[in-house]
């Protein structure tokens, strides 16, 4: 069964979001082997689990502006029951634009359930935005049991290599302990 992500939103903010525009592509062309028959792609909702679905793996389920994704993964999360929900790389923090999508209105609630969510596995690469390289480092979380790790990349291209500079004990470090780090102005 196929039934790809429709655009999200209405009017002039009716689209998808930018990372999402080319992963149903990659998905079709990607070999499966003999994975392929038990893989399933579609949307995010409550009419979205059959009974013989085992687990839901969504891919980068986001908000966008004039758009919530949330009660839809609220929807989808009922009807699945007690089986698994993996999120990779979820952006679901609000966004706020017109039409009382995310207004202030309900906002403690959309937070409490995103915090419900556990992290299993983090890893991130850190580069001035909006751009995308040149690449800094790497945050890296593996999961329940395990520290937050901050890598700095040395090297150009061909000798590259991501240094770990820092352990956290205490949780994901802010924006501004990592600049400091990268940045070498905190010592190690």
Do not use: C
């Given at each position: 069964r196929r039934r790809p992500r429709g655009?999200?939103?209405q009017g002039v903010f009716q689209a998808l979001p930018l990372a999402l525009?080319?992963?149903a592509r990659i998905l079709d062309l990607m070999d499966w082997g003999d994975a392929e028959?038990?893989?399933r792609r579609g949307s995010i909702g409550g009419d979205v689990p059959e009974e013989d679905d085992d687990y839901f793996i969504l891919i980068a389920?986001?908000?966008?502006?004039?758009?919530?994704?949330?009660?839809?993964i609220k929807e989808m999360e009922k009807a699945a029951g007690t089986r698994p929900m993996i999120m990779i790389n979820p952006k679901l923090e609000d966004i706020q634009s017109a039409g009382n999508v995310?207004?202030?209105?309900?906002?403690g609630e959309r937070r409490e359930?995103?915090?419900?969510?556990?992290?299993?596995?983090?890893?991130?690469?850190?580069?001035?935005?909006?751009?995308?390289?040149?690449?800094?480092?790497?945050?890296?979380?593996g999961g329940p049991g395990t520290?937050?790790?901050?890598?700095?990349?040395?090297?150009?291209?061909?000798?590259?290599e991501y240094r770990l500079?820092?352990?956290y004990e205490d949780g994901e470090p802010g924006s501004a302990e990592i600049t400091d780090v990268i940045l070498n102005r905190k010592k190690v």
């Open positions: 655009s999200m939103g525009s080319g992963v028959e038990f893989i389920p986001q908000n966008i502006v004039g758009y919530a994704v949330l009660p839809y995310m207004s202030i209105r309900g906002r359930y995103v915090d419900a969510w556990k992290t299993a596995y983090h890893f991130r690469l850190l580069y001035k935005k909006p751009y995308f390289f040149p690449i800094f480092g790497a945050l890296r979380y520290k937050w790790e901050l890598y700095k990349r040395f090297g150009k291209m061909d000798t590259e500079m820092r352990v």
